[in-house]
């Protein structure tokens, strides 16, 4: 694949689902350049302990199509992975304008920089390129209580992230279409597990109770999504990228439906057994309601049957022992936690997730 057999850049590589991928890829043989911006949800911290002569990072941000070709020409990759952009829902009803930026604009950066370099490769290298990108299940809206989203289900975004998410989707279906670029979009549900940012639900509901703070939880707290544990995601992505069909589109899910609440719920009885709270008190006597989030989709829930049938793929991790595993983590990595979250605090821009 490309001018070296195994060498993918990865955009993004310091976030949550980055820096597991990786992880993984150097693992698997291959050599790495994380391509990251460094924003307050992408840290160097989460990739200290990784020491490997097939890793390099260049901070940069994607969207700078000048640095991003620049890489490319240096690098040399035979596939690209794009994890990059900004993707917490709160944050672009509130910002929007930087998920227009980083989802969008940086999108079509980074495909523009890759054609670029792969248009000038050799008959062979070109056929063995693959350009993946990792999108979520927000761009199909909302299901009711039956059925799961399918590769063909209608687009419907919800908020300015799902619709910055779809635009990106579409901008990297074009480039197949109209240049023939071998692109493959993936559409994943809600990951979880070690080195996601405390903005999020998991995080956020460990990190806060045992610091004794309250737990919020939009509306009624029913609103279900699929979850999956980020290295089962990460194992689904290099699936994609090495078998999949260019053009194609799969989907990645968990096979694992909860309500917001009973994922809360669930941690805090974790907690009880793993940090137990002085007095005889119970971390879910933290939980406090909230108004719900606007446009705040119903449920989440994926059909994963072409990934499973075409590449073999299926998540491996069950849902109350990845839970563990990761509250686990999180109580023993507590200066993780502080690093990343101090900037913002300082700041006063901690939210809920």
């Known amino acids: ?9 990865v955009t993004g590589g310091c976030g949550f689902i980055g820096s597991s991928l990786v992880r993984l890829a150097l ?3 291959y050599e790495v350049l994380n391509l990251d911006k460094l924003t307050y949800a992408g840290n160097l911290v989460s990739m200290v302990e990784v020491r490997s002569a097939s890793y390099s990072f260049l901070q940069a941000d994607v969207s700078d199509l000048a640095l991003v070709s620049e890489a490319f020409g240096r690098f040399k990759p035979s596939g690209v992975i794009h994890l990059a952009a900004e993707s917490h829902v709160d944050r672009s009803i509130d910002e929007p304008a930087s998920f227009v930026q980083t989802n969008i604009v940086g999108t079509y950066s980074l495909l523009q920089a890759a054609l670029n370099y792969w248009t000038r490769l050799d008959a062979t290298c070109r056929k063995a390129f693959r350009f993946l990108h990792v999108s979520t299940d927000e761009v199909f809206g909302s299901l009711g209580p039956e059925g799961k989203f399918q590769e063909s289900s209608r687009y419907d975004p919800r908020s300015p992230y799902a619709a910055s998410k779809a635009a990106s989707d579409h901008m990297v279906r074009s480039y197949w279409h109209t240049y ?6 993936t559409n994943c549900s809600n990951n979880y597990g070690p080195r996601q940012f405390p903005e999020k639900l998991i995080p956020l509901t460990i990190t806060r109770a045992i610091r004794g703070k309250s737990i919020p939880v939009y509306g009624d707290g029913r609103n279900v999504r699929d979850w999956i544990h980020v290295e089962d995601h990460c194992e689904a992505l290099l699936q994609v990228l090495e078998k999949g069909r260019t053009g194609e589109t799969y989907l990645i899910g968990g096979h694992t439906e909860k309500s917001n609440l009973e994922v809360i719920q669930e941690t ?7 940090a137990p709270r002085p007095n005889g008190l119970y971390h879910y006597d ?7 989030r606007p446009g705040h989709d ?3 829930a994926m059909d994963t049957s072409k990934i499973e049938t075409e590449l073999g793929w299926h998540p491996k991790k069950e849902f109350h022992l990845g839970l563990r595993q990761t509250v686990e983590w999180y109580l023993s990595n507590q200066a993780w936690v502080d690093q990343v979250l101090l900037p913002r605090e300082r700041n006063g821009q901690m939210k809920r997730g």
């Open 286 to 292: 933290l939980v406090e309601f909230v108004p719900d």
């Open 298 to 300: 119903w449920r989440y």
């Open 1 to 9: 694949m490309g001018r070296k057999d195994k060498s993918l850049l």
């Open 27 to 29: 693992d698997r043989g």
């Open 268 to 274: 805090c009885a974790l907690l009880d057994q793993l």
């Open 180 to 185: 023939g670029l071998p692109i493959l979009v």
